[in-house]
């Protein structure tokens, strides 16, 4: 069964702090992975996207990486800010004759001043 | 560009009620799918379509859901009748093509009473 797994479920970090966000997936076959950030209230905006040729990405002070081998990717946040507060969501894309989509339950993100 | 137009973004409904929920996509793209996002299960992908023609409904989860796609520019999600366990936040999105990165709407809030 596909699943996307995602840890932690919440953090707590000050402002200007790192910080990084891990998904594990078993997904097969695999197509793409995404990670999303979702503000409260808002839909889902895309961050990033990775083939399997790709072990990293970079959105501003997004970086993500990918590790196919161990089916792990992560997202790394630099110099948090308040803004950064929200639900960051990794999605895994498997095609096999047409497109499927398997999601994480987020990890919610609250940067404190 | 607007963006992908969900409408109503609240309804309140009684049970046993038809619901519609309505979807503009962006215009060009070719993909559109519909999710619905609760605490519990997170993101969940109910159905999406490619150049206006169901690909995959199996996310929809009984027959009292039902997606439409009459054009290019329009879909709805109807959900007839209604139960209090349907209430949850439902997105719809929209991609140029299968296996791009999506564009969400803002969504529409449902709370069945």
């Known amino acids: 069964k596909n699943q996307v797994e995602q840890s932690p479920q919440s953090l707590i970090i000050l402002e200007g702090k790192n910080c990084t966000l891990q998904c594990n997936y078993t997904v097969s076959p695999f197509s793409n992975l995404r990670w999303y950030k979702q503000d409260t209230g808002r839909g889902p905006v895309s961050l990033t996207i990775m083939t399997f040729s790709e072990n990293t990405k970079s959105n501003g002070r997004y970086t993500a990486t990918l590790d196919a081998d161990t089916k792990q990717s992560s997202l790394h946040i630099t110099a948090s800010q308040l803004s950064d507060s929200a639900s960051y969501i990794c999605v895994v894309s498997s095609f096999s004759g047409y497109s499927t989509l398997t999601f994480g339950k987020g990890t919610m993100l609250l940067v404190s001043p | 560009d607007a963006g992908v137009i969900q409408s109503p973004r609240h309804e309140v409904t009684e049970m046993g009620q038809e619901v519609t929920l309505r979807c503009k996509p962006i215009s060009g793209h070719n993909s559109l799918f519909w999710y619905r996002q609760t605490m519990m299960r997170g993101l969940e992908l109910l159905i999406y379509f490619n150049n206006n023609v169901p690909i995959d409904d199996s996310g929809m989860p009984e027959d009292r859901f039902s997606a439409k796609m009459p054009n290019a520019s329009f879909s709805t999600l109807k959900i007839q009748p209604s139960e209090p366990r349907d209430s949850a936040v439902y997105f719809c999105?929209?991609?140029?093509?299968?296996?791009?990165?999506?564009?969400f709407g803002s969504g529409t809030r449902l709370t069945v009473v």
């Open positions: 999105a929209s991609s140029l093509a299968l296996g791009q990165v999506s564009s």
